[in-house]
């Protein structure tokens, strides 16, 4: 499982960079989700990198 906590806003994104913190669970800044540890979550991780802090949980 993966800790992932969204740092910045989504303010000055992209679209695509929005719907992708969206599909991570998401919302605001400060925001915590646990998510399993696979491709799909890794390349979602990838695509806002600069906006998230990512942990093993």
């Given amino acids: 499982m993966l ?6 806003s989504t303010i000055a994104c992209t ?3 929005k719907d992708t913190v969206a599909a991570l669970g998401l919302k605001k800044p400060g925001d915590t989700n646990n998510l399993p540890d696979n491709a799909c979550t890794l ?3 990838k695509v806002v990198s600069h906006m998230v802090k990512v942990e093993k949980a």
């Fill in 43 to 45: 390349g979602m991780i």
């Fill in 3 to 8: 800790k992932v906590t969204l740092m910045k």
């Fill in 15 to 17: 679209k695509k960079q």
